[in-house]
């Protein structure tokens, strides 16, 4: 490999001769590493020099700046009497989403938040409660837990949990949507990598996404979308998550699947099982938060559906056991198992199970993905 006639070899490495090279007369720089990756040293510093530099762009983009824009982007699409669904999950986007939306028409916003019963303990009010008082639209919350463990009955299939979890969303959603007179617009929280996802190389990544989540509902539901985070990735959201005054921790909540608890009870979901997993999973990342080592990217309780003989004072117990599952990561493609402290570990058992009844035994998942993957379904 050799760089063409005029241009300067400017890296390499001991595996490949031609890493980089420029050719600033034609105003061509080539790079065949990936300095956008977090551990490409001075990645961030080349990045900037060809954008400053090379491009001569002069780096004005702010957040402030951003969020004017989009406001005026939503108004003049949704003009002057549109009215906009929007389904809040409590996570980051969604709720940036809404935010941005409220920002630029206030009450015109109708925010719809359909709480499935599978979210962390108190992680539903915490979401009304950063809506209330901040924004001019009324956050609905439908609470709809019963209608979801109703139609999971009997279900233990993974897959099958997903489709009807999928499914009793969209009912409860189109329920609570057509009572917004006149709503023509539906906001979703896509974002940049989504995009990228959808135009064509990675359409099955697009398919898993919208699976898991509400996908087919802007089709059947006949409205036309606003999507003022699609040209953001993940790390910005964040950032406009606090410029916009959303409380920290919910800007910077660690990933939660759409399905919630639900795909981390193994077996059949039941309202007692849910008890028992929403208790202890509290209780493991209140522990690992104060652990002495770096934040993992998720960590959580997973229940499986054994149980096994145990003994507490001088009873015999028949309890289930229940699953640590920490990990780090750059974007859940790969994962690593997260080596908790053992004092941590300890703590966290002892409490499991002196708090939870139901639990006679902790253990800890040392899986790395692949092979696992970070959820148990
Ligand atoms: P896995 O378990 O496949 O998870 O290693 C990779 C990442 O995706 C999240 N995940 C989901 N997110 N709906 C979602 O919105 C889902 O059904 C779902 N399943 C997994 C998981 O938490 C991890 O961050």
Redesign the pocket.
Known sequence: MTVPRGARLTAHTDATRVAAFEYPKKNIYAVQFHPEVSHTPWGIDLLRNFVKDACQASGDWTMGNFIEQSIENIRLQVGEAGEVICAVSG?VDSLCTAAIIDRAIGHRLHPIFVDHGFLRMDEGDKVVEAWKGHFKSRLVRVRAGKQFLDALKGVSDPERK?KI?GREFIRVFEAESRKVRDAAYLAQGTLYPDVIESSGIGMHAHV??S???VGGLPKRMKLSLVEPLRDLFKDEVRRLGLELELPRPMVYR??????GLA?RIIGEITAERLRILRQADRIVRDEIEMAEMERP??YFAVLPAVKSVGVMGDQRTYGYPLVIRA?S?ED??T?DWSKIPYKNLEKISSRVIGEVPGINRVCLDITS?PP??????
């Open positions: 996570g997903r979890i898993i996404k699976h898991h989540n660690q990933p939660f699947p759409g399905p795909i990217w998720q990990v990561s859940a493609m994962a993905k696992g993957t970070i959820e148990w379904e």
